[in-house]
């Protein structure tokens, strides 16, 4: 086996993505991509739907062909190399049902044949993700985390050193959710692995990864760790309030104001961005003061991923 | 990668591939069950030595309405003579009937019934009624279909008897009638070897065509293959079990039919083998071509119809098809179901061994390389 990721220098990234192209008919899917992943890092590709994460995890695993540029996994292009690659690449894809009438032993077992692992090597699987219960139950029977985490310990049944997982999280619950993050994280405690999981919830994110990729429309956005981010894209804070229901106020009444909120007439919220709270706040306060404006509630908070994802969009994450 | 690996692998695929098709009951019903039942049925059905019952309407005037007002013209008094009077009971009218006995032919049965034209002409296109009589004139007219054979023996058979005012068959002269008794004569024997060759095809292209497009739609064929596992493994563990489980179902079919109704394999159990691998392959073949590329149940569904309705029609699984024109045998004959069927029956009926099913066996090999070879490169896995 050439291809491990032990055998490539520290400073060589395990993935890197160069230009790359990609489009379906009428869609650019991705439209020039760079990224490069080192090793032992954790990244969140961090987008709404369609923004093209699924196409570009799936070109990294090689399982869709770029139209133009390079990928290249610890340094070896997919061609030529499938199987030295598959061998050191876990993944799991957005929605993949197994079959349906095999128990979680038997789709363990039966993946673990195409990478000549024993039996042990599937109950520690089972062990790993929490599917004790579970062994001898049909796929058919288990619950969407479950079917997750089974998703989840077939990508790592083979020790990878990459490891990628296209939305794990989605569509589950909060409990759901932190129980996939937490064998996420004791893989982050023990092992080298460089893993690159795809997400539309920030605070998965936030949680899990060193690294965040924000993607749109084919394209990288901004790129860097959560305080990288916060700090060269939102340096400032955020005021948001409601007012009391009696309070009759309009977009066009905040027009001519001194501040820049965004007035969100039904729901009788708003929000605008200030550089230095101490400075701004007393002077809006006065301002509502003055017009007789009775707040309901306001919080002052700093930006959030999804404040930057809406100043460079115009869009929240979910939408 | 040393030998171990392989076999592990394959034998894995083997064992998933087995267990997820034995814990379908429908696999169970339809290759299994549903052959059985068929071969019950329509055995019992055609192959039964019941009494041949067959029933005549005479217009009106013919017979009284009321049979126990005495005979009316010529045909009412033939009746009156020679048939037993049934009075109505239940669903059926007032009838005469009349028993032919041949210790050879068993018994025919003719019920007599009297109805008006408009009633006599729907109840014969319903098929409840073999031949319509009328009198006119002191003559008796038989209405029938001429391209009907059994009408024209039916009307033979009343002809005699009324010309010679008799309610017999005119004893033969100086022939006798030997019944044929021939092994493999039965419609049995004909039905069994078309529902073996049916349910290979039904099998493939079912459980190997659909299980394929239903596992590239779920997106688990792409997650496979993003395994260091053996795209070749994957395809000839499917294969094997198929070709267990036909193996299986054939054997419980074949073993039901000698049970129940006596049916022999008169050809050599080699030649039958022969011919079931070949066809095993030949629509192996098929049925990887058909799913190499659709990813969406729905189109599999309709493709896979495409394939096996035309065949199932046309190449006499039930009834031979030399009964369709002549122009079209030489097409029906090329068809990959029919050269199964008669490759199978020349070995279960006619007792043909190696030599004479080479060619056919030959064929249906060629048909499954070849499309197995044109659908593995488009094939889709991704
Ligand atoms: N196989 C495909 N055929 C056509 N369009 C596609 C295909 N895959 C993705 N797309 C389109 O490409 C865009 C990006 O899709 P995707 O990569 O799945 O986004 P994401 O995973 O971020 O939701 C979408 O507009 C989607 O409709
Ligand atoms: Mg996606």
Same mark, same amino acid.
């Given at each position: 086996?050439?291809?491990?990721?032990? &055998?490539?220098?520290? $400073?060589?990234?395990?993935?890197?993505?160069?230009?790359?192209?990609?489009?379906?008919?009428?869609?650019?899917?991705?439209?020039?991509?760079?990224?490069?992943?080192?090793?032992?890092?954790?990244?969140?590709?961090?987008?709404?739907?369609?923004?093209?994460?699924?196409?570009?995890?799936?070109?990294?695993?090689?399982?869709?062909?770029?139209?133009?540029?390079?990928?290249?996994?610890?340094?070896?292009?997919?061609?030529?190399?499938?199987?030295?690659?598959?061998?050191?690449?876990?993944?799991?894809?957005?929605?993949?049902?197994?079959?349906?009438?095999?128990?979680?032993?038997?789709?363990?077992?039966?993946? $673990?044949?195409?990478?000549?692992?024993?039996?042990?090597?599937?109950?520690?699987?089972?062990?790993?993700?929490?599917?004790?219960?579970?062994?001898?139950?049909?796929?058919?029977?288990?619950?969407?985390?479950?079917?997750?985490?089974?998703?989840?310990?077939?990508?790592?049944?083979?020790?990878?050193?990459?490891?990628?997982?296209?939305?794990?999280?989605?569509?589950?619950?909060?409990?759901?959710?932190?129980?996939?993050?937490?064998?996420?994280?004791?893989?982050?405690?023990?092992?080298?692995?460089?893993?690159?999981?795809?997400?539309?919830?920030?605070?998965?994110?936030?949680?899990?990864?060193?690294?965040?990729?924000?993607?749109?429309?084919?394209?990288?956005?901004?790129?860097?760790?959560?305080?990288?981010?916060?700090?060269?894209?939102?340096?400032?804070?955020?005021? $948001?309030? &409601?007012?009391?229901?009696?309070?009759?106020?309009?977009?066009?009444?905040?027009?001519?104001?001194?501040?820049?909120?965004?007035?969100?007439?039904?729901?009788?919220?708003?929000?605008?961005?200030?550089?230095?709270?101490?400075?701004?706040?007393?002077?809006?306060?006065?301002?509502?003061? $003055?017009?007789?404006?009775?707040?309901?509630?306001?919080?002052?908070?700093?930006?959030?991923?999804?404040?930057?994802?809406?100043?460079?969009?115009?869009?929240?994450?979910?939408? | 990668? +040393?030998?171990?690996?392989?076999?592990?692998?394959? #034998?894995?695929?083997?064992?998933?591939?087995?267990?997820?098709?034995?814990?379908?009951?429908?696999?169970?019903?339809?290759?299994?069950?549903?052959?059985?039942?068929?071969?019950?049925?329509?055995?019992? #059905?055609?192959?039964?030595?019941?009494?041949?019952?067959?029933?005549?309407?005479?217009?009106?005037?013919?017979?009284?309405?009321?049979? #126990?007002?005495?005979?009316?013209?010529?045909?009412?008094?033939?009746?009156?003579?020679?048939?037993?009077?049934?009075?109505?009971?239940?669903?059926?009218?007032?009838?005469?009937?009349?028993?032919?006995?041949?210790?050879?032919?068993?018994?025919?049965?003719?019920? /007599?019934?009297?109805?008006?034209? @408009?009633?006599?002409?729907?109840?014969?296109?319903?098929? +409840?009624?073999?031949?319509?009589? @009328?009198? =006119?004139? @002191?003559?008796?007219?038989?209405?029938?279909?001429?391209?009907?054979?059994?009408?024209?023996?039916?009307?033979?058979?009343?002809?005699?008897?009324?010309?010679?005012?008799?309610?017999?068959?005119?004893?033969?002269?100086?022939?006798?009638?030997?019944?044929?008794?021939?092994?493999?004569?039965?419609?049995?024997?004909?039905?069994?070897?078309?529902?073996?060759?049916?349910?290979?095809?039904?099998?493939?292209?079912?459980?190997? =065509?659909?299980?394929?497009?239903?596992?590239?739609?779920?997106?688990?064929?792409?997650?496979?293959?993003?395994?260091?596992?053996?795209?070749?493994?994957?395809?000839?563990?499917?294969?094997?079990?198929?070709?267990?489980?036909?193996?299986?179902?054939?054997?419980?079919?074949?073993?039901? #039919?000698?049970?129940? /109704?006596?049916?022999?394999?008169?050809?050599?159990?080699?030649?039958?083998?022969?011919? /079931?691998?070949?066809?095993?392959?030949?629509?192996?073949?098929?049925?990887?071509?058909?799913?190499?590329?659709?990813?969406?149940?729905?189109?599999?569904?309709?493709?896979?119809?495409?394939?096996?309705?035309?065949?199932?029609?046309? =190449?006499?699984? /039930?009834?031979?098809?030399?009964?369709?024109?002549?122009?079209?045998?030489?097409?029906?004959?090329?068809?990959?179901?029919?050269?199964?069927?008669?490759?199978?029956?020349?070995?279960?009926?006619?007792?043909?061994?190696? =030599?004479?099913?080479?060619?056919?066996?030959?064929?249906?090999?060629?048909?499954?390389?070849?499309?197995?070879?044109?659908?593995?490169?488009?094939?889709?896995?991704?």
């Amino acid at each position: 086996m050439r291809a491990h990721a032990s &055998s490539c220098p520290a $400073a060589d990234p395990v993935i890197d993505v160069q230009a790359v192209y990609k489009s379906f008919d009428s869609v650019e899917a991705v439209r020039g991509v760079d990224l490069r992943i080192m090793e032992g890092q954790f990244t969140a590709i961090l987008g709404p739907n369609g923004a093209g994460k699924t196409t570009l995890v799936e070109m990294i695993e090689g399982i869709q062909k770029p139209e133009q540029g390079s990928i290249r996994i610890t340094g070896l292009p997919w061609r030529g190399n499938e199987d030295a690659l598959h061998r050191i690449m876990g993944i799991s894809l957005q929605e993949t049902r197994f079959v349906d009438r095999l128990t979680v032993f038997e789709t363990i077992r039966l993946f $673990a044949g195409f990478y000549d692992l024993d039996n042990g090597r599937v109950d520690e699987i089972i062990d790993m993700t929490g599917l004790c219960e579970k062994r001898d139950a049909y796929v058919v029977e288990l619950s969407g985390g479950q079917r997750q985490r089974l998703a989840l310990g077939l990508a790592l049944l083979n020790h990878p050193a990459i490891l990628i997982l296209d939305e794990p999280t989605t569509g589950l619950d909060p409990n759901a959710r932190r129980e996939i993050w937490s064998i996420l994280l004791a893989l982050k405690k023990k092992c080298r692995t460089s893993l690159v999981l795809t997400t539309h919830y920030m605070e998965e994110a936030e949680h899990l990864c060193d690294r965040i990729v924000i993607m749109d429309a084919g394209k990288i956005l901004a790129q860097g760790s959560l305080d990288q981010l916060l700090e060269n894209h939102c340096a400032g804070k955020i005021i $948001a309030f &409601s007012l009391e229901p009696d309070v009759d106020v309009s977009d066009a009444a905040w027009m001519d104001g001194p501040f820049p909120v965004r007035w969100n007439t039904d729901q009788r919220k708003g929000s605008f961005e200030v550089t230095q709270i101490e400075n701004d706040l007393p002077a809006f306060i006065d301002y509502l003061k $003055a017009r007789q404006w009775k707040l309901k509630d306001m919080e002052c908070r700093r930006k959030t991923l999804d404040d930057l994802f809406v100043s460079m969009t115009g869009r929240r994450l979910h939408e | 990668m +040393n030998k171990r690996i392989h076999t592990g692998q394959f #034998a894995r695929l083997f064992a998933a591939h087995f267990k997820e098709i034995i814990r379908k009951p429908e696999v169970i019903f339809w290759g299994v069950i549903f052959p059985i039942l068929m071969s019950l049925g329509l055995g019992i #059905a055609f192959t039964g030595k019941g009494d041949i019952v067959r029933t005549i309407a005479v217009i009106d005037a013919g017979i009284p309405s009321d049979p #126990a007002g005495g005979p009316a013209g010529a045909i009412g008094g033939f009746l009156e003579r020679h048939a037993e009077k049934i009075p109505a009971q239940g669903r059926h009218p007032a009838r005469y009937r009349i028993d032919l006995d041949n210790e050879n032919l068993g018994r025919t049965t003719f019920y /007599f019934i009297s109805t008006p034209w @408009e009633e006599a002409r729907t109840l014969l296109k319903r098929g +409840n009624l073999n031949v319509i009589m @009328e009198e =006119s004139a @002191e003559q008796i007219q038989y209405h029938f279909d001429p391209l009907n054979t059994d009408a024209q023996l039916i009307y033979l058979k009343l002809s005699a008897m009324f010309t010679d005012n008799r309610a017999q068959i005119p004893a033969s002269r100086n022939e006798g009638i030997r019944p044929l008794t021939l092994d493999g004569t039965r419609y049995i024997d004909f039905l069994i070897p078309g529902l073996i060759a049916m349910n290979i095809m039904m099998s493939c292209m079912w459980g190997m =065509s659909y299980g394929t497009i239903e596992k590239r739609s779920r997106k688990l064929l792409r997650r496979m293959v993003a395994t260091p596992m053996r795209k070749s493994h994957y395809l000839a563990s499917l294969m094997a079990v198929r070709i267990l489980m036909n193996f299986i179902e054939g054997v419980l079919l074949v073993v039901f #039919a000698w049970l129940m /109704f006596d049916v022999k394999i008169q050809g050599s159990i080699a030649a039958v083998m022969a011919i /079931f691998i070949a066809g095993n392959i030949a629509f192996g073949g098929i049925a990887m071509f058909t799913s190499s590329r659709t990813a969406s149940t729905e189109a599999g569904n309709g493709l896979i119809n495409a394939i096996v309705m035309p065949m199932m029609v046309l =190449s006499g699984i /039930f009834f031979s098809y030399h009964n369709f024109p002549d122009w079209s045998i030489p097409l029906i004959r090329i068809l990959p179901l029919t050269m199964l069927t008669d490759g199978i029956r020349s070995v279960f009926i006619e007792g043909a061994g190696i =030599s004479g099913i080479v060619l056919p066996a030959g064929i249906l090999t060629a048909i499954g390389i070849i499309f197995f070879s044109v659908g593995l490169r488009i094939f889709k896995w991704h």
